[in-house]
Every structure is written in C-alpha cells, then in structure tokens.
C-alpha cells in the first residue's frame, strides 16, 4: 500500500505513530532457518550461556521466566525438549537491518529504538487506513524475513508502545492495535496496568499506587500539576501522551554518542597480567571499529575489571583511566592505552577475574579533532591503515585481522557452545547439501 495524500476521505490527524516489533526476535530469528523449531519451545541464552533473554510463548506456558539461570533450567530444558541457543548477535542484528530497510520503504520517517523495535510516522496516511497498512506490513515481514511482529498505532510514541503490548496480549487483534480513536483509547487504557506504560518505572508505578492510580487511564485522567510535583516533568510528560498530546518526537538523525563501551564476562576466569593484557586489547580493538563506524575519535580510555561476586572467591574490583595524547579511533593507540590501564588495576595474587571492559568518553568528531603538538601520531597513515582493516573485516568477517595483542588462542574469550551459524553473513557457515 502506498501512502495517500491527505487530502479528501477520512481526516489526517497531525500526528500519528506505529511501533512495530519482532515477536520473541531473538527466538524468531533461530526459528526462520530451523523450520523444525516451529511449534517447539526456543530460548536464546546470554553471553557465557548465564541466563535465559529471550523465550517463545511455549517457553513462556513452561514456567521460564526471563534471567532465569541456565544451570536451574538445565534439566527443565531436557525434560521439555526445549532447544536452547547462545546469543548469535551477528545473525540478529543482519536480520534486524533486513527490517529496517522494509519500514524505510513504508513510512516517510523510521526511528530504530532498539534491534527489534521501530518507531515509523503515518501521519501521511488516512486514519481509515492506517491499521490495514499494519496489517500489510506485518505480512510483508514475515514473508521477506520469516519473522512474527506485532504493531501498535497511536497519536504519540507513549501510546504506540502501549498499543503495542496491547496487540501481543490480544489475540483477536490479529497483532495490530491502533488507539487513535479516543473512545476506544480510554477504554484500553482503563485495562492496561500503569506499570506497564513507557517510561513508568517500578519506583514511580509504587508512588502511583499509594496514589491510587492503578491503571494508564487513571494517570491520563489525573491533574497534570499534581503529577508534575510528585514525579517531575518526565511524569507529567507522559500523563500527555497518554491524552494523545505528542511530547516525544522521533529521532530520524542518531544524536552523537558521548561514550563506547565494550565489556564481556569471561569463558572462563583469567589469572594472570597476560590474559587481562589480551582482553583488554581486544576490547579495545572493538571499540575503535565502533568510533570509526560512527566517524568519532575518544580522548580518554578507561579499563575495569572485577572478579565474580556470587561465588565465593575473593573480591576484587578496580579500574583505571588513561588520558590519550590526542583523540583518536585508532585500534593500535586505543590497545596500547588499554595495556598500560591493565597493568595499573592488575589485581594481589590469587585474584579471579569473571569480567573486563574497555570504556570510551569525551567522543568529538573525528574530523574536528585537534592534533598533538608533541607526541602525537601520524594520523594519516594510522587511518589509511584502520580503514583498510575496516574494508577486510568487512568483507570476510569480523576477526579476518585482528591484533596480536589480543593473542590467538583467547582461552577467556566469552563462551558460545550452542550458537547457532550466522547464516546471512558467513558463507562458510550455511548449510551444505550433499548428494545421497
């Protein structure tokens, strides 16, 4: 369906929102090249297989909730034939690119609000047909990608997000519901608990409760003064939306980030210098490829890391910060500032490390960073290099060139044992067909 010009037939309001998202995303995505997981039970685990962060519903019906620890599920798992799989955040974000570029060819605007949810603006369509164009929508996805979603239409942002959850919850809304009309608002919202509204959380939902407000239609129909005294501007902002009155605007234009971390929990305990020197470094090499994709240079680097706090062995936690000569992404200067930050924190003897990261802040321009006026590199030649880093591991894969500073066995490296392969960017991981 393409959009209709507003004019003529039903009236166009000023504003309206969709927010559409991928059902179980992670679990869906494991079923798209699996049509065995169909009707089975599928839950996604986080880094090092610790916990559950994504379930089907079927998961869901046998009692496993969200973070629940693999090792209390593990038998669980077994005895339901439930098939359990370590993140693959490489085939996840591929598929959640694929998406992005369908809603770019629908609506005039998209805002990505996380990998498997998108704002979309169709205020340039008729009221009347804006929840059959979800509906279209859901099955141009599905039928491109193989991915379930689900879509809430509202006025504003807060709105669509809680239509959303509505359309997950009901299922003869055929996984679209639109609360543009107010009548029909009112009464969803009167059913639609406040704890579940955007941006309500459990600190603030206690003091709505003592207030008595218990539903998203009682915060609606509240005094907005009251509401700003007693949980500030964000409160009464949200109180607005909830009436239909836009407060929150897309973001088309992804505002520059003030900080890049990369941080992983350990496949196993590192204990010694050398092990944290190869961690460290490859975080570190990570964290340029994130500065250079979004064209930023860092002027300080900070290095953390901890020991495991929940089973028993001695506790340690510090970190270090490390003031760079001038800003830079380059992977080799950010490695080196990361060693010296590592042998800075390196922890008394006998010490387990379960966990370390690499911070960036103080992000500027890459292309109105100052030069060093002493010391400072050859930027020329150090971009020229990283830029032809990016184009390798680009074309074959991250990790195709990596730093010998992060070592090659990488024995603390997190552990995925039940990945599956990254299907859409791996040619050496699709399934080969071989003749009987």
Same mark, same amino acid.
């Given at each position: 369906?393409?959009?209709?010009?507003?004019?003529?037939?039903?009236?166009?309001?000023?504003?309206?929102?969709?927010?559409?998202?991928?059902?179980?995303?992670?679990?869906?995505?494991?079923?798209?090249?699996?049509?065995?997981?169909?009707?089975?039970?599928?839950?996604?685990?986080?880094?090092?297989?610790?916990?559950?962060? @994504?379930? *089907?519903?079927?998961?869901?019906?046998?009692?496993?909730?969200?973070?629940?620890?693999?090792?209390?599920?593990?038998?669980?798992?077994?005895?339901?034939?439930?098939?359990?799989?370590?993140?693959?955040?490489?085939?996840?974000?591929?598929?959640?690119?694929?998406?992005?570029?369908?809603?770019?060819?629908?609506?005039?605007?998209?805002?990505?609000?996380?990998?498997?949810?998108?704002?979309?603006?169709?205020?340039?369509?008729?009221?009347?047909?804006? @929840?059959?164009?979800?509906?279209?929508?859901?099955?141009?996805?599905?039928?491109?990608?193989?991915?379930?979603?689900?879509?809430?239409?509202?006025?504003?942002?807060?709105?669509?997000?809680?239509?959303?959850?509505?359309?997950?919850?009901?299922?003869?809304?055929?996984?679209?519901?639109?609360?543009?009309?107010?009548?029909?608002?009112?009464?969803?919202?009167?059913?639609?608990?406040?704890?579940?509204?955007?941006?309500?959380?459990?600190?603030?939902? @206690?003091?709505?409760?003592?207030?008595?407000?218990?539903?998203?239609?009682?915060?609606?129909?509240?005094?907005?003064?009251?509401?700003?005294?007693?949980?500030?501007?964000?409160?009464?902002? *949200?109180?607005?939306?909830?009436?239909?009155?836009?407060?929150?605007?897309?973001?088309?234009?992804?505002?520059?980030?003030?900080?890049?971390?990369?941080?992983?929990?350990?496949?196993?305990?590192?204990?010694?210098?050398?092990?944290?020197?190869?961690?460290?470094?490859?975080?570190?090499?990570?964290?340029?490829e994130k500065l250079r994709r979004h064209g930023l240079a860092a002027t300080h680097l900070s290095v953390?890391?901890?020991?495991?706090?929940?089973?028993?062995?001695?506790?340690?936690?510090?970190?270090?910060?490390?003031?760079?000569?001038?800003?830079?992404?380059?992977?080799?200067?950010?490695?080196?500032?990361?060693?010296?930050?590592?042998?800075?924190?390196?922890?008394?003897?006998?010490?387990?490390?379960?966990?370390?990261?690499?911070?960036?802040?103080?992000?500027?321009?890459?292309?109105?960073?100052?030069?060093?006026?002493?010391?400072?590199?050859?930027?020329?030649?150090?971009?020229?290099?990283?830029?032809?880093?990016?184009?390798?591991?680009?074309?074959?894969?991250?990790?195709?060139?990596?730093?010998?500073?992060?070592?090659?066995?990488?024995?603390?490296? *997190?552990?995925?044992?039940?990945?599956?392969?990254?299907?859409?960017?791996?040619?050496?991981?699709?399934?080969? @067909?071989?003749?009987?």
């Open positions: 369906m393409e959009p209709a010009p507003p004019t003529g037939g039903a009236p166009v309001t000023e504003r309206s929102f969709a927010l559409i998202d991928g059902n179980s995303f992670y679990c869906s995505c494991e079923r798209v090249f699996d049509p065995k997981l169909a009707t089975r039970p599928v839950i996604v685990l986080s880094n090092n297989d610790g916990c559950a962060i @994504a379930r *089907t519903s079927e998961a869901k019906a046998l009692g496993i909730k969200m973070g629940d620890p693999f090792f209390k599920i593990r038998d669980l798992c077994r005895r339901e034939r439930i098939a359990v799989y370590s993140s693959n955040y490489t085939l996840y974000g591929d598929m959640s690119r694929r998406m992005g570029w369908i809603y770019e060819s629908w609506a005039r605007e998209v805002e990505t609000y996380s990998i498997d949810e998108s704002f979309l603006d169709l205020s340039n369509f008729r009221l009347s047909e804006r @929840a059959e164009l979800a509906r279209d929508l859901r099955a141009t996805v599905l039928r491109w990608t193989g991915v379930p979603t689900c879509v809430g239409i509202g006025p504003t942002k807060t709105l669509a997000k809680a239509a959303n959850a509505m359309a997950k919850k009901d299922p003869e809304a055929r996984g679209v519901v639109d609360l543009t009309d107010p009548a029909e608002r009112q009464a969803r919202l009167d059913r639609f608990h406040v704890s579940d509204v955007w941006g309500v959380g459990p600190r603030s939902w @206690a003091k709505m409760e003592a207030l008595g407000i218990k539903t998203a239609g009682d915060l609606a129909r509240m005094d907005p003064r009251q509401i700003r005294m007693k949980f500030t501007v964000v409160g009464e902002r *949200t109180l607005h939306e909830l009436r239909g009155v836009t407060c929150i605007d897309l973001e088309t234009v992804v505002p520059q980030r003030k900080g890049i971390a990369v941080t992983r929990s350990f496949g196993r305990p590192v204990t010694t210098l050398e092990g944290l020197i190869e961690a460290v470094a490859s975080h570190a090499f990570r964290a340029g953390f890391a901890h020991s495991n706090l929940h089973n028993g062995d001695p506790h340690f936690s510090a970190g270090a910060t490390e003031d760079l000569i001038e800003a830079t992404s380059d992977g080799l200067a950010l490695i080196a500032a990361a060693s010296r930050g590592a042998r800075r924190l390196w922890p008394p003897r006998g010490a387990k490390l379960a966990k370390a990261g690499v911070i960036l802040d103080d992000l500027v321009r890459a292309d109105h960073a100052p030069a060093a006026l002493i010391g400072g590199r050859d930027r020329e030649k150090a971009d020229r290099m990283m830029a032809a880093v990016d184009a390798v591991n680009a074309r074959f894969g991250r990790g195709a060139i990596i730093s010998a500073a992060a070592g090659m066995k990488m024995p603390w490296a *997190t552990k995925f044992e039940m990945r599956s392969p990254r299907y859409t960017t791996r040619v050496d991981e699709l399934p080969v @067909a071989r003749a009987g």
